[in-house]
């Protein structure tokens, strides 16, 4: 089984950047959680996944995955009506196709904790090894409250 090599970076402070590897049949849910654990933070928030990596206006995104369409699906809760697709549904894979491939994660809406995901690169699983693995961590992460 393959790996995804993926790089991140706090689009609030580019000299905070964490590398992390992942299988690559994991969703984009447990990539979420790997990301937000590199960076200290509590997973409490919900969060998405754009293909518009730039600051602005997002939610006008092509692509778009959301924390809030498993919500709507699983327990009946509409904040508004959801255009985007699962992120507990949803593999890396299918959202990934190949080094170089971008998207932007939001976590948190209120705070609006924004990261860069950037697919660098595939490499093998290794068995008995744990993942998520954090490959690289340069930068200290901000405090998330």
């Not at 689009?11 to 447990?30: A, G, T, W």
């Not at 904040?79 to 992120?87: I, N, Q, Y």
């Not at 595939?122 to 901000?142: C, E, F, H, N």
Request: aromatic letters at 14%.
């Amino acid at each position: 089984m393959r790996t995804y090599i993926f790089y991140t970076q706090l689009i609030r402070n580019k000299k905070v950047v964490r590398e992390i590897e992942v299988p690559e049949n994991v969703s984009l849910y447990r990539l979420a959680a790997a990301i937000v654990e590199a960076h200290g933070f509590d997973f409490d928030h919900c969060f998405g996944f754009y293909s518009d990596v730039t600051v602005g206006r997002y939610h006008d995104s092509k692509l778009q995955y959301e924390f809030f369409a498993d919500l709507e699906q699983e327990e009946g809760v509409c904040f508004e009506p959801v255009t985007s697709k699962s992120v507990k549904k949803t593999k890396l894979n299918r959202v990934w196709q190949k080094p170089g491939d971008t998207m932007m994660m939001l976590f948190d809406y209120g705070d609006g904790w924004r990261f860069v995901v950037k697919l660098m690169g595939l490499g093998l699983r290794v068995p008995r090894k744990q993942y998520p693995q954090l490959i690289r961590s340069q930068g200290k992460a901000p405090r998330q409250y």
